[in-house]
């Protein structure tokens, strides 16, 4: 049986607030942040890191990264 | 729901100061664009960045952030986004209770109908075909960034044309001009035939967990959540989580039965 929980609409904006910035800290700690001027030598966001982060972890090579 | 007119007039006033800072000399002029703050800019931009790893011109990484935070609140709550956060569809309100105040509204009066002519709605038969008109626009948007190096909507977006104090040319003054004629005509004009981020977003209606439901023992049909329906809905609460729907709650404000609406999890 399918059970639903009511919610106080005065709760609403709440749970909308809380979602928003739960996504954005996501998004910050995955590596997108607000950038400034050049983009040379910047940190790169995890998201784009990730897949070359595991290729050298099976290949061994920690120190190439 | 007065909380909701101060969560959409706070997005405006933000929005405001981001399209403001441009104007002032020195580090406050600096840093991202208008549109690194646009969360429709990581939709314009997401093709690029996975195929090139670099974003378009006058969006960044930051898009890509707001977006998330965005589409959190979708995953969570449908629409939520355009009734409660989006700084156009407060314009757009704000408009629509300037054009019923200069056709003689004085005070709108829930769940009655506005003495005032303007805004209208279109009629059914122009209405339903031009719902879909943002699915289109969405479309166009998508495959156009694919050869993008500004975002394709960069030129005729109705949120620079208001925020952005940045109309350096015709295209934008036609794009502000239209968008306040349209606005004061038919209420949400752009969230209902225009939007691309509405049109992406209203995907998630239908399965975020967090919906409106309607008590059919309690409704008694009296339609006073059809007249105030901002989205123009006809006969809520048979249609309360579809794509059209903002969950901007004002059918459960003006509801007179007790528990005939109701907002739940699950």
């Known amino acids: 049986m399918k059970t639903s929980i009511r919610i106080d609409p005065y709760s609403f904006p709440l749970i909308i607030v809380a979602a928003f910035v739960m996504g954005l800290i996501l998004a910050f700690m995955l590596g997108f942040r607000p950038q400034h001027g050049s983009s040379h030598g910047r940190e790169r966001p995890a998201l784009e890191t990730a897949p070359a982060l595991v290729q050298t972890v099976q290949e061994g090579s920690f120190y190439d990264l | ?82 009734g409660w956060m989006c700084p156009l569809g407060a314009v757009q309100e704000g408009l629509a209770k300037l054009a019923r105040r200069l056709g003689g509204e004085k005070r709108h009066v829930r769940g009655k109908p506005s003495k005032a002519r303007f805004p209208a709605s279109l009629p059914t038969w122009l209405d339903r075909p031009m719902r879909y008109l943002k699915y289109l626009v969405l479309l166009l948007v998508i495959l156009a960034s694919v050869a993008a190096v500004y975002p394709p909507l960069h030129a005729f977006c109705p949120a620079r044309a208001v925020f952005s104090f940045h109309l350096t040319t015709v295209l934008m003054w036609g794009v502000l001009i239209l968008f306040v004629a349209s606005s004061m005509l038919v209420e949400r004009f752009s969230c209902k035939y225009l939007c691309p981020l509405g049109a992406a977003l209203s995907i998630f209606n239908k399965i975020s967990p967090v919906r409106l439901t309607a008590n059919s023992a309690a409704c008694n049909h009296c339609g006073r959540c059809d007249m105030d329906c901002s989205m123009g809905i006809q006969n809520v609460p048979d249609n309360l989580n579809q794509a059209e729907c903002i969950r901007c709650l004002e059918c459960l404000e003006t509801c007179a039965r007790a528990d005939a609406l109701e907002i739940k999890l699950g």
């Not at chain 2, 664009?33 to 997401?46: L, N, R, V, W």
């Open chain 2, 1 to 82: 729901m007065l909380i909701r007119k101060g969560f959409l007039w706070s997005a405006v006033f933000v929005t405001f100061l981001i399209g403001i800072r441009h104007l002032f000399p020195g580090e406050a002029a600096s840093g991202g664009s208008f549109d690194a703050f646009c969360p429709f800019g990581a939709i314009e931009t997401m093709w690029r960045y996975i195929t090139t790893g670099h974003t378009l011109k006058t969006t960044n990484l930051l898009n890509f952030a707001v977006f998330s935070g965005v589409l959190a609140v979708t995953l969570v709550a449908g629409r939520a986004f355009c």
